[in-house]
């Protein structure tokens, strides 16, 4: 689509006002995004994915609260009430944050050298509470597991110089790749990668890319599930 283009969606209309590249662009609607969101809108599945009729409930995560992202934290479909309640009942606690995910999740890196792919910002906060919960933990020694890449990211970019997690929100652009060291993480759980995807290349900077290779290798051999319905692995 070009500057000034026009696309129907049944009374309602987009106009394009800007073209931003990596096939973005800025758009104008004649009404509010969510009323038309809420009327013809799907949800974004990644592009392997070909049943249309999967429904939101089973895309998402339990503990989803807010509008915002363009795909799902896979890594906390491995979450359900039933085990939460368990690992509470362990000694284990919870800490909540957001980050609305972009389309670059399912950009794969083209480049020749990772650290030159470019990743867009993400808009993510953590409250003072929920900031406090985790610099507690940490200060009694305990570990830090980041359920998924999407709550890597934020906790890294909350880290503060003091060496600390502290409540913040705002639009981050930390891009994580090999050679990167980790602040605020102990261990990662996180799925199956698809190749090329800034996803896989985070999870080989905490790893090391020998480490998920021989991981991937081992799962292959034994069947496991890739990607967003599949399985996952606790990486420390």
């Known amino acids: 689509l070009s500057v000034s283009s026009k696309v129907n969606i049944g009374n309602y209309y987009f106009s394009v006002?800007?073209?931003?590249?990596?096939?973005k662009a800025v758009v104008e609607f004649n009404a509010p995004l969510n009323e038309i969101i809420n009327k013809y809108g799907k949800v974004p599945l990644p592009p392997y994915i070909k049943n249309e009729n999967i429904s939101e409930e089973r895309y998402q995560t339990i503990y989803a609260r807010v509008n915002g992202s363009a795909a799902a934290p896979t890594a906390g479909f491995h979450f359900t009430c039933k085990?939460?309640?368990e690992l509470k009942k362990s000694g284990i606690n919870?800490?909540?944050?957001?980050?609305?995910i972009g389309l670059d999740t399912f950009r794969p890196i083209v480049e020749?050298?990772?650290e030159e792919h470019v990743i867009n910002n993400e808009y993510y906060s953590l409250s003072d509470s929920e900031a406090k919960k985790i610099s507690q933990s940490m200060q009694n020694g305990g570990r830090i597991i980041a359920v998924g890449t999407t709550s890597t990211r934020v906790l890294e970019t909350?880290?503060?110089?003091?060496?600390?997690?502290?409540?913040?929100?705002?639009n981050t652009e930390l891009y994580i790749y090999?050679?990167?060291?980790?602040?605020?993480?102990?261990?990662?759980?996180?799925?199956?990668?698809?190749?090329y995807s800034?996803?896989?290349?985070?999870?080989s900077a905490f790893a090391g890319r020998e480490n998920v290779i021989k991981a991937?290798?081992?799962?292959?051999?034994?069947?496991?599930?890739?990607?967003?319905?599949?399985d996952c692995m606790l990486i420390s």
Do not use: Q, W
């Open 17 to 23: 006002t800007e073209k931003l590249g990596y096939g």
């Open 83 to 85: 085990l939460i309640k």
């Open 94 to 100: 919870f800490a909540k944050l957001r980050l609305d």
């Open 112 to 114: 020749d050298d990772v």
């Open 158 to 170: 909350v880290f503060s110089k003091e060496g600390k997690i502290s409540g913040d929100k705002g």
């Open 178 to 195: 090999p050679g990167y060291k980790f602040k605020a993480i102990d261990a990662m759980i996180t799925n199956f990668h698809l190749p």
């Open 198 to 203: 800034t996803l896989l290349v985070m999870v």
């Open 216 to 230: 991937y290798e081992e799962a292959k051999k034994n069947n496991y599930r890739f990607f967003s319905f599949g």
